[in-house]
């Protein structure tokens, strides 16, 4: 544990030791953190790094361990490589504004009929969670035509997220979170202007149970006089800390 403290502490130096981490865009970036009032580089060395977090726009981190032959580094540790050694070779991190790396395992078409759900799954090793592929298989089970999206923590792996109903699934890099998961699907997907709904929903709302019965979602969603529906906020069992 104090080998682990160390490496962050000279990780952490590296970085502000740079100039390069960008305060203001990380707070204007992830706006919990503003929300918090927690110093910016305090939260990115102690949480953010970790979490999949950028120090500044544009950093492709899983492609500059690829390229830089750092596979297995922490986030923090791939940082300071950049910063310390990559920074000054021809090896980039920086991708085109925007860009988040990405691959289409499956794909369908659409139809006027279709009530589309977007469902985003945060995977940190590339695989579904049992209560992942549960809630995926249930939403299938209610009618809706589900389209994947896999934000993988394991995305230069080419891990498989494994066996589900959704006829779409797109695996893409952590970056965005479930907001940029959501905002890319629309870009990549196209058409969502035919379909007869469409719902952006992700894994803090476990299930769709209650009291071990599947949620009659479309008959209720029908009622609802809306384009878009998000389904996001749990109290399953107590409310989701990331339930908005």
């Known amino acids: 544990m104090a080998e682990g403290r160390e490496r962050r502490a000279v990780g952490a130096a590296a970085i502000e030791a740079s100039g390069l981490f960008d305060a203001e865009w990380y707070r204007e970036h992830y706006p919990d953190v503003a929300a918090d009032g927690i110093d910016p580089f305090e939260h990115f ?9 950028l120090p500044f726009g544009d950093f492709a981190s899983d492609r500059y ?7 297995h580094a922490s986030n923090l540790e791939t940082y300071r490589h950049y910063l310390t050694q990559g920074r000054f ?62 934000n ?10 494994g066996e589900t109903p959704s006829p779409i699934q797109i ?12 905002a890319h699907a629309v870009r990549i997907l196209g ?10 929903t992700n894994d803090s709302l476990v299930g769709p149970l209650v009291g071990g019965k599947a949620c009659r979602l479309r008959s209720r969603i ?23």
Not at 65 to 71: C, D, F, K, S
Not at 191 to 200: I, M, Q
Request: aromatic letters at 12%; glycine letters at 10%; charged letters at 25%.
């Open 89 to 150: 070779t021809a090896t980039t991190a920086l991708d085109p504004p925007g860009f988040v790396p990405y691959r289409i395992d499956r794909n369908a078409a659409l139809s006027a009929d279709d009530d589309l759900l977007v469902y985003v799954a945060y995977c940190p090793d590339g695989r579904l969670a049992p209560f992942q592929v549960h809630s995926i298989e249930t939403y299938h089970t209610e009618g809706y035509r589900v389209a994947l999206i896999v």
């Open 191 to 200: 058409g969502l202007e035919a379909v007869r709904s469409v719902t952006f």
């Open 152 to 161: 993988s923590g394991a995305y230069c792996g080419m891990v498989d997220p």
């Open 45 to 53: 060395v102690r949480w953010g790094a970790e979490e999949g977090r």
């Open 222 to 244: 029908d009622d609802i006089e809306a384009g878009a529906v998000f389904l996001t906020e749990c109290r399953e069992i107590e409310r989701h800390p990331q339930g908005y």
């Open 65 to 71: 361990r690829r390229e830089a032959g750092i596979a």
């Open 171 to 182: 695996v893409r890099d952590n970056i965005g979170f479930d907001f940029g998961a959501w």
